[in-house]
């Protein structure tokens, strides 16, 4: 039976798996994808058919695997999985295994000296599909081993499941780069960079189709299919769109919104996620709008600054990339959690507003470095 990774492995940007009922857990070692981060964040042109096929592949490797083997994918379990009922992708089969073994994954990664480097693979090495079986068969091509066997850190689990529901290629790779920051809850990508890892370069020219037909698209759908959800915000250079900021929250059990918490948006209006981040997404902290009367210590300026502010959120909304991606959720709590202990330091005559700033200005510079 397949073991996977435990999200506790990769501190810097896995995705937890939800402990469930013990006759279900074998059931879902047997369907969890597990991928390297770079290959969550690379270049992927397939359609849904296609992604379905590669993630039940995906899902059926095992952690001490060292080689790929043959496997197959049933094409009855993957009308189940994906609760489709159209006989026509046993039609399909010839032209998904050539497609697959023409198709390109472009990964890009930065060298010890920190430049980018770009890579292009094939992902299977063979794909085949006999009429009347029923069945693709197909073999990973060695050089996606440090993206798919033996992963130690750096990689993003998911449930099969949720994956296989969603009707959009669009969808799908959203899903998969919420997962992947899922325990930071905060995902910040260029627009050239969401772009290119959605396939979107040379589509949707204008920015407000593209967060149409795309990003809100996939949002609706992610939130009523899966296990987490997204609200984002955009940053613009004047009136130029340069960042999605992606505000990530879990779902409960059965498929519903959790209560609001703190450290959450209070529901999923956009406008809502901006009033979180801040005034035109800069990060600021943003009071609910409620007057606040004048404390009488720093110890109480700090628990109201925590009760109108998500500190948590004003912070990760000014960190730059490349520290988001090298960072991990126990992190940021941590230098928030020094940085609130400086009580002393907030100046006697300050409101629950500068209490906040100077809370999240000093757990910043901490992670900054």
């Known amino acids: 039976m397949p073991s996977h990774p435990t999200a506790s492995e990769s501190p810097a940007g896995s995705s937890s798996i939800p402990a469930r009922g013990s006759e279900e857990v074998d059931s879902d070692k047997e ?16 359609t849904k058919l296609e992604h379905r096929v590669v993630a039940m592949l ?4 095992k952690r001490e ?3 790929f083997e043959m496997q197959r994918v049933h094409i009855s379990d993957l009308m189940d999985m994906s609760q489709t009922s159209s006989r026509d992708i046993y039609n399909r089969a010839e032209e998904v295994c050539r497609k697959l073994l023409n198709q390109k994954v472009h990964v890009r ?3 010890e000296d920190g430049r980018r480097m770009y890579q292009g693979y094939n992902c ?3 794909c085949r599909y006999v009429e009347g079986s029923g069945y693709i068969e197909a ?16 990689f993003t ?22 997962k992947m920051r899922e325990g930071l809850r905060h995902l910040c990508l260029s627009v050239e960079e969401l772009r290119e890892v959605l396939c979107c370069e040379h589509t949707y020219e204008r920015f407000s189709d593209f967060r149409r037909h795309v990003l809100e698209r996939a949002r609706t759908e992610i939130k009523e299919t899966c296990d987490v959800y997204y609200t984002y915000v955009i940053e613009r250079d004047g009136r130029t769109p340069v960042r999605a900021r992606f505000l990530i929250h879990r779902t409960r059990e059965d498929g519903t919104p959790p209560l609001v918490e703190r450290e959450d948006v209070a529901d999923d209006d956009e406008q809502q996620a901006e009033e979180h981040l801040g005034e035109n997404g800069t990060g600021g902290p943003v009071s609910n709008g409620t007057a606040i009367a004048p404390p009488a210590s720093a110890a109480h300026l700090l628990r109201k600054a925590e009760t109108q502010y998500d500190l948590y959120a004003s912070i990760l909304s000014r960190l730059k990339q490349d520290t988001l991606d090298d960072i991990s959720r126990s992190t940021v709590r941590s230098a928030l959690r020094d940085s609130r202990e400086a009580a002393s330091a907030v100046p006697p005559e300050a409101d629950a507003a500068t209490a906040a700033e100077h809370v999240v200005r000093s757990a910043t510079k901490k992670l900054q470095g």
């Open 65 to 67: 695997d060292d080689a």
């Open 31 to 46: 369907n969890i994808v597990v991928k390297a981060n770079q290959l969550i964040r690379g270049r992927i042109n397939w």
């Open 157 to 178: 689990m998911y449930r099969l499941q949720n994956f296989m529901q969603l009707s959009s290629q669009h969808s799908m790779r959203m899903y998969e780069l919420i």
């Open 58 to 61: 995906v899902a059926q490797l």
């Open 109 to 111: 990664t930065r060298t």
């Open 124 to 126: 299977l090495s063979t």
């Open 139 to 154: 073999k990973f091509n060695d050089d996606m081993k440090p993206f798919l066997l033996q992963l130690k850190r750096q």
